[in-house]
């Protein structure tokens, strides 16, 4: 059988660090709320010159060397984002230029803060059906474009930045090899506690994010426990099994809530939303790829991926390294 397997990552923050503190001089806000009720220290924006692609190319730069694959080997670059540099074309296809790759199959995957399982999932299947061979699969945001500075309730917990995986396609005996079982869900009932209010086909403008936050916390620990345990019914394997989570980083509590929940050990949770707040589509392979970097993840480890966003989208993934 063909699996995907991880031969890489990268990933890429902006210069510019903005610290809770500073924060409390524009926004009615302080630091210790934001910590207190989300985990969040600090995060990173984005200036002028960066953009959702620039970041993009930066994490798939970095992944493409850390693999040690030529650019003009990827045949498929799939980026998950919800703020695309331009309304059209893709922002794949800009990386995929900046590369050289051209010529490859590259597009967007717009599934929110779970873009990055809805991405994997679509360059996994793709490449167990021979349709690509290796695969950049990113995850690039940058949210503070599309924040309601003047909404305290919002604009404290996100932050910019860019990850990015390589996976290659490869014959293999090992049912628990590379990429072993993902599950995606979405709910558009739930559209109102998490949107943005404006769009092209709308009001043709970029609109800012809208968020009910405390349902929507509600909704995501049963979520991601729900599509957890499915994740690990269908792998066949045991919660014990999994060597780590790397979660969407939107919250510590979350966090701490869906472990507790699923009786797994927090020392197994890799967290980094201290360090970058929620960058959406990008916090999954930006954790990630700190884990890897900082020795926690190693090769022939079980590794969870989990998210859920706006839609309601949510997605798990079970990946052995
Ligand atoms: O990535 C997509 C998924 N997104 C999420 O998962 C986010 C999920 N939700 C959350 O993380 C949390 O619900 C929040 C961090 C957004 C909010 O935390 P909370 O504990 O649910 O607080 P709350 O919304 O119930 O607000 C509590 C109080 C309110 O004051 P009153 O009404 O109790 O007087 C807010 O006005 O905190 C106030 N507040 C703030 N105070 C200082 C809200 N934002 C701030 C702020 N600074 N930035």
Redesign the pocket.
């Known amino acids: 059988m063909i699996r995907s397997f991880v031969r890489g990552s990268g990933s890429a923050l902006p210069a510019n660090l903005v610290t809770n503190a500073q924060?409390?001089d524009q926004?009615?806000?302080?630091d210790e709320?934001?910590v207190e009720?989300?985990g969040i220290k600090q995060r990173y924006i984005a200036d002028e010159g960066e953009t959702t692609s620039t970041l993009a190319t930066q994490a798939a730069q970095k992944a493409l060397a850390d693999a040690g694959v030529d650019a003009k080997d990827i045949d498929l670059i799939v980026l998950a984002t919800a703020t695309p540099d331009n309304t059209f074309p893709a922002t794949a296809t800009k990386v995929q230029h900046a590369l050289g790759c051209n010529g490859c199959i590259a597009f967007d995957v717009a599934a929110?803060?779970s873009g990055f399982l809805y991405a994997l999932a679509t360059a996994d299947s793709m490449l167990r059906s021979g349709m690509a061979k290796r695969a950049l699969v990113i995850g690039a945001e940058t949210f503070s474009r599309i924040l309601d500075w003047e909404d305290?309730?919002?604009?404290?917990?996100?932050g910019d930045g860019a990850g990015a995986i390589l996976i290659e396609a490869e014959e293999t005996d090992d049912p628990a090899a590379g990429v072993i079982s993902t599950k995606l869900h979405a709910d558009g009932a739930q559209h109102d506690l998490?949107y943005v209010d404006g769009g092209p086909s709308t009001t043709q403008t970029v609109g800012h994010l809208r968020?009910?936050?405390?349902?929507?916390?509600r909704?995501?620990v049963v979520n991601l426990a729900e599509v957890l345990g499915e994740v690990v019914e269908n792998a066949g394997v045991s919660i014990e099994q999994i060597d780590w989570v790397v979660p969407?980083?939107?919250?510590k509590?979350?966090l701490d809530a869906t472990a507790r929940k699923l009786g797994i050990d927090p020392e197994k949770v890799i967290v980094t939303v201290d360090q970058h707040a929620?960058t959406?589509a990008a916090?999954v392979p930006l954790a990630f790829d700190v884990a890897r970097k900082d020795g926690r993840i190693k090769s022939g480890d079980m590794v969870m991926f989990e998210?859920?966003?706006?839609g309601f989208t949510w997605g798990a993934s079970l990946v052995q390294m």
Do not use: P, Y
């Open positions: 924060l409390a926004v009615d806000t302080s709320w934001i009720r989300t929110v803060c305290r309730t919002t604009c404290v917990l996100f998490l968020m009910k936050g405390r349902e929507v916390f909704h995501a969407h980083q939107a919250n509590r979350i929620n959406s916090s998210a859920m966003g706006g």
